[in-house]
């Protein structure tokens, strides 16, 4: 009888990367206010667990299916399967969006931050996990091109910065960390973990992971109030009126 396969274990790099996130995640979210929260992918990632909405959801996108024969499946936490680039809500309909990877695992990044844009409430906030190209990270993944989570072709914080102004999302927070080299081996991920404090005092900007959270922010419109109706015309200004019609 031979015993079943068992599932890739993560490495020891990923899972370093899941605690940073899921720590700054818990920081960031908790003392965010509305009704309607999304996390859009990354399950792994208990995105909105400390915080205190009365809806919160899980979206899975089309990279978290666990494909297996005969089909793929849905993780099981999960409440819907939707395609970043078109978010199945209606316009200004919800409070914070967590985006895990999201963006560097879609199609179009781009359309996808617009979806964002127009989903999210007027002071809605957003919160997006990427992985840093210009880092060690990124030297290494170019060398050794992993499949999943692969820092050499993610999106830039700098060109995802200038997106999000494009679109009228303030960025309000920026972190970045893993400053640790990937490895394999949990052993030695911990030996190397000394570098994480080093790095944030000597090169932030080199981490290997980034966090965003954007707000978005919508122009203000300047009601006339009712009371320019009820102001006096000058008598002076009648009687020029008055005769400039008779002439």
Not at 161 to 167: G, S, V, Y
Not at 215 to 223: D, W
Request: charged letters at 20%.
């Amino acid at each position: 009888m031979h015993d079943q396969p068992q599932p890739a274990q993560a490495r020891a790099w990923q899972q370093y990367l899941l605690d940073w996130q899921q720590q700054r995640c818990d920081e960031a979210v908790a003392d965010i206010f509305g009704y309607y929260a999304l996390q859009l992918g990354w399950p792994a990632l208990q995105g909105l667990r400390c915080n205190r909405m009365p809806r919160r959801w899980l979206a899975a996108q089309e990279a978290d299916l666990t494909c297996e024969s005969p089909s793929c499946q849905v993780p099981p936490q999960a409440r819907l399967v939707c395609h970043p680039e078109a978010l199945p809500f209606a316009e200004a309909s919800l409070d914070l969006l967590v985006l895990p990877h999201t963006l560097e695992r879609c199609q179009s990044p781009h359309a996808a931050l617009r979806e964002v844009a127009r989903v999210l409430v007027p002071e809605g906030r957003v919160l997006i996990f990427g992985l840093n190209r210009w880092s060690l990270w990124g030297a290494q993944h170019g060398l050794e091109r992993p499949a999943q989570l692969n820092a050499a072709r993610a999106l830039s914080y700098w060109r995802l910065r200038d997106w999000l102004q494009l679109l009228a999302l303030e960025v309000v927070a920026v972190d970045f960390g893993c400053h640790a080299p990937a490895l394999d081996t949990a052993l030695w991920q911990r030996r190397w973990g000394w570098l994480d404090s080093v790095g944030q005092r000597v090169w932030p900007v080199l981490g290997g992971a980034y966090c965003v959270l954007a707000v978005k922010k919508v122009q203000g419109v300047h009601l006339l109030g009712s009371t320019w109706r009820r102001q006096a015309v000058p008598a002076a200004a009648v009687a020029a009126s008055a005769h400039k019609n008779k002439t």
